[in-house]
Structure formats: C-alpha cells, structure tokens
C-alpha cells in the first residue's frame, strides 16, 4: 500500500506541473503577439512588368501621372506620396486598393482610371504582343465600393476592372505614317451592378480587310456583350487566355466563354494587358474602389 501512496503521489506532481506550464500568458512567452515579428503579407502582385496610370496631373503636364515599374517594384508606391491617394496596401486581408475618380483622363477617353499597364519591356512601352504569340493574365479581386447612379436605370457606376487593349505595331505606324499608335480594346471587363460583363471587339462587316481594318473608329469595331455572372462585392477569380483567332474568359469555376470568331482571326493590332479601376462616370461625386489580392500575366 505504501508503494501504491508514493506512486500516485509521484504522478500528482509531474501532472501538477505539466499543467501550470501549460497556462502561461502571452507575457510568459518569448515574443508578443503585437510587435513586429507577426509577417506583413502584402498583395501577391510583381510589379516588374507594370506601369500605373493615376486620375490626377500633379506634374501640370496635360496627361494623367504615369509611375514606370522601377518606381512600384519592392515596395517602391508605398513611399511615392503622389501614389499612396490612389494605389496602397490593406494589410488586414493582404489586398492592393486602387481609387479613382473624375477627374483627369487619357487623350482618348472621357475617364479616368486608376490602372496597371502591362510593359513586357519594362523600358518600352512600343513593345507588344500579337494574339499569334498569345497571352493570360488572372486575378483575385473585387469591388469594394462604388458610387450610386441615380442618372440612368443601373443602380451604380460601373467600372472596368481587367483588359486586354490594343495597339498599332511600330512597322505599322511606320507604314501608313500614322500620329498615333492606340488601338481599340479587344476586352473590356466591366462590373456592372454586381455583374461581370464582358464586351469583346468585334467587326461590323465581317469582310473588312487590309489597311480598313486599321481604323478604330465604331463604325468599324462594336462591341459583342456578354453577362458572365453575378460576383456582387465579393473577391472573384477571372482570367482571360489570348491565342490565335481565340479568347476564353472565366469566372470563379463557372463555365468558360470562349470567342472564335473572324473579327479575332482579323485583328490588326498588337495588344497589351491592363488591370485595376477604370470608372466609367463623369458625374460629380463619382468615385470607385477596387481590391487586387493576386494579380499575374504569363506568355
């Protein structure tokens, strides 16, 4: 009996003290939760290959401010004070903002944007990719907030949040002498009241050839309009994949829409990928913001 007492006892003490070790307080331990040994995890996006153009002309130079790769790549737009209104982090759920609002735009168009520009040569923006040589660009994203249209039926704003856009060729603009290389744009993704449309570039008269297939004008170029889906503001998936004479979109895990068609076997221009917050209002007290979580291009 004597060796059965010592040998509860024994186990008594061992539990006792396994169990005072396991209730030490945050202050017992060797870090604290508060400082700064917790990881920032900032938005999955390389900005190596982009460009962003911004709703204001600070440099009084007529055009939207315009940020090159080498002043956005490692952390470069979270010391740019002209950047931080209009394209900064949200730590708490490891997202990029960017926001935008009337104010100044692009030679040609109406609207301004807060918006990546993709540049495969980082130094060249005249460099670009033809549909032959193909492309994808996904991302994780969402609509954060908008403003209210109380000028048309829709309830808000809409937005472009993703592109594919096109561009004249250097050989090109060489050719026919042109002023200008813009190109019409071959996707736009637009949100709209919650939906995710897509308006793809197509021919008006399927027979356009040679040089006509230059002009960018809509008499040449309209818009095919597709409903994708309802994403609301939540996060959502999309990517686009570019090949020849090809286009297929995707949304969440939703079934693919694909484009196949003349118009993309045609289309004269070179293209470029373009992302973030291209509002499409001129109203006063417009404005929308738009969450990037992980955005990436491949070709």
């Known amino acids: ?13 061992v539990m006792f003290f396994c169990c005072s070790d396991s209730t030490k307080t945050t202050e017992d331990l060797d870090y604290d939760i508060d400082d700064d040994t917790i990881p920032v995890v900032y938005a999955d996006i390389d900005f190596s290959n982009w460009k962003v153009t911004l709703p204001v002309d600070e440099n009084n130079n007529g055009s939207p401010d ?9 952390g470069g737009y979270r010391t740019n004070t002209s950047i931080q209104p209009y394209m900064y982090d ?5 997202s990029i903002e960017f926001y935008t609002f ?3 735009s692009t030679t040609n168009s109406s609207y301004s944007r807060t918006e990546l520009r993709e540049l495969i040569n980082p130094s060249n923006s005249k460099e670009n ?3 032959e040589e193909g492309g994808s660009i996904s991302g994780r994203l969402k609509l954060v907030a908008i403003s209210e249209d109380p000028e048309s039926s829709s309830q808000y704003h809409k937005t472009i949040v993703m592109q594919i856009h096109g561009i004249i060729s250097i050989e090109d ?12 744009p071959l996707i736009k993704i637009y949100w709209k009241d919650g939906y995710i449309w897509s308006h793809k570039k197509s021919l008006i ?3 356009t050839s040679g040089d006509d297939l230059l002009e960018t004008s809509s008499a040449t170029w309209a818009d095919i309009k597709d409903n994708m889906g309802y994403v609301g503001f939540d996060e959502f998936q999309f990517r686009i994949t570019a090949s020849e004479a090809r286009l297929e979109l995707q949304l969440n895990d939703n079934e693919p829409l694909v484009y196949q068609d003349v118009s993309l ?5 070179e293209n470029y990928f373009k992302a973030g917050n291209y509002l499409g209002s001129t109203a006063d007290g417009a404005f929308s913001k738009v969450k990037y979580y992980e955005l990436e291009v491949t070709h």
């Open 1 to 13: 009996m004597k060796l059965k007492s010592i040998f509860f006892f024994l186990i008594a003490i």
């Open 66 to 74: 315009e940020y090159q790769p080498s002043e956005l790549v490692n």
């Open 90 to 94: 949200d730590i708490s759920d490891s």
């Open 102 to 104: 009337p104010e100044v």
């Open 129 to 131: 990719w033809t549909l």
């Open 173 to 184: 603009m060489a050719t026919h002498s042109f002023s200008s290389n813009n190109g019409p």
């Open 205 to 207: 008269d399927e027979s």
């Open 265 to 269: 076997d045609k289309w004269p221009y």
